[in-house]
């Protein structure tokens, strides 16, 4: 099983509509979790972090946690064409370990 | 500007060969970091540094070395012994190495084997 495992997509949202990414991860003592987005040919930049349990929202991102069930998920609302890029989760794990997902391919059709 | 550049952008390796790929960061970060991200796979750490003249072997470390003289330099030296090296490489820095910190990434360098 993989420490942190996201679908690679690509998924398919048209202009407007609400994006949903998903992350799940194996660690029950996982404490903390970044998003990260990436052009392609780029670099990450990081979006959002997320610590406790709920949502997180900063902008058009909202990013949640759900320990028990062990995911972390990023809703991108009215989606943009600027919005396409791969979303790469990122996990610290109870070994104090930073693990990246393999990224999710988002397509924001005009 | 504050921020970290990575040269060349692309580098061509011929078999049996040494490579260095450049990192530097004037954000006056204690910590920096090289990863590695292949097609279809997550980042994966090479080696990683929290102060000058101190490193530490990452998940993949086999194949690569590196140096830290300076606290804005984190030279990467991909040897022979590096049997896949062709790859993108991601150089980061963060303020002193928690990992609660963000990581900054620096603009890459991809490399090809001839």
């Known amino acids: 099983q993989k420490e942190v495992e996201q679908n690679s997509g690509p998924l398919s949202v048209p202009e407007g509509a609400i994006a949903s990414l998903n992350c799940t991860y194996s660690?029950?003592?996982?404490?903390?979790f970044f998003w990260y987005r990436q052009y392609s040919g780029k670099s990450p930049e990081l979006i959002m972090s997320i610590y406790s349990n709920g949502d997180k929202e900063d902008g058009r991102f909202t990013a949640q946690l759900n320990k028990a069930s062990q995911y972390v998920s990023l809703l991108i609302r009215d989606s943009q064409p600027s919005d396409s890029a791969t979303y790469l989760c990122?996990?610290?794990?109870?070994?104090?370990?930073?693990?990246f997902g393999t990224g999710t391919r988002l397509l924001v059709s005009p | 500007d504050g921020g970290i550049t990575q040269s060349p952008k692309y580098l061509f390796r011929k078999e049996g060969q040494n490579v260095t790929l450049s990192c530097e960061q004037n954000?006056?970060?204690?910590?920096m970091y090289w990863y590695r991200q292949d097609p279809g796979q997550g980042l994966r750490l090479i080696y990683y540094s929290q102060i000058v003249n101190d490193f530490q072997k990452g998940d993949i470390a086999e194949g690569y070395s590196v140096s830290r003289e300076k606290k804005e330099s984190f030279p990467l030296t991909v040897t022979s012994a590096q049997k896949n090296p062709t790859a993108f490489y991601l150089c980061?820095?963060?303020?002193?190495?928690?990992?609660?910190?963000?990581?900054?990434f620096g603009p890459g360098t991809r490399l090809l084997v001839l």
């Open positions: 954000l006056n970060h204690d910590a």
């Open positions: 990122a996990v610290v794990t109870g070994f104090q370990k930073l693990v």
């Open positions: 660690d029950r003592g996982s404490q903390s």
């Open positions: 980061a820095s963060s303020i002193q190495g928690g990992v609660l910190e963000t990581q900054y």
